[in-house]
C-alpha cells in the first residue's frame, strides 16, 4: 500500500520559515519524480516546485530564490525549504509522486502565513 505523509505545516509570520517533507512508503521512490502543489481558497491547484529522479528542480517563478526542494532517496522523503514567507503563500501544500502514467499525493499541509 502506497503512502505519502506530510509534515511541518503550521502558522508562520511573514518573513518567516517553514520546512515541509513528505515520507512515501511503498513504492521504488527512488524512479518518481517529486511535486509539491498548493492550493488557496477559491483558487486552482497549481505547482510549487519538482525534482527529477535525476535531482533536477524547476520552480514556479512566484517562489523562485525562497523554496528550495530537495530529496532523500535514502530515506524516502522528499522536502521544501520554505522562506520569506509571503501572506500570498497561504495555501494547503500536497506532496505528489509521478512516475509516466501513475500519480500519488498527499493528504495536504496547511500552512498560514500571518501576523
Known amino acids: 500500500q502506497v503512502q505519502l505523509v506530510e509534515s511541518g505545516g503550521g502558522l508562520v509570520q511573514p518573513g518567516g520559515s517553514l520546512r515541509l517533507s513528505c515520507a512515501a512508503s511503498?513504492?521504488?521512490?527512488?524512479?518518481?519524480?517529486a511535486n509539491w502543489y498548493r492550493q488557496a481558497p477559491g483558487k486552482q491547484r497549481e505547482l510549487v516546485a519538482f525534482?527529477?529522479?535525476?535531482?533536477?528542480?524547476n520552480y514556479a517563478d512566484s517562489v523562485k530564490g525562497r523554496f528550495t526542494i530537495s530529496r532523500d532517496n535514502a530515506r524516502n522523503t522528499v522536502s521544501l525549504q520554505m522562506n520569506s514567507l509571503k501572506p500570498e503563500d497561504t495555501a494547503v501544500y500536497f506532496c505528489?509522486?509521478?512516475?509516466?502514467?501513475?500519480?500519488?499525493w498527499g493528504q495536504g499541509t496547511q500552512v498560514t502565513v500571518s501576523s
Open positions: 511503498g513504492i521504488n521512490f527512488r524512479l518518481y519524480t
Open positions: 525534482i527529477t529522479s535525476g535531482q533536477d528542480t
Open positions: 505528489n509522486l509521478n512516475f509516466v502514467s501513475t500519480n500519488y
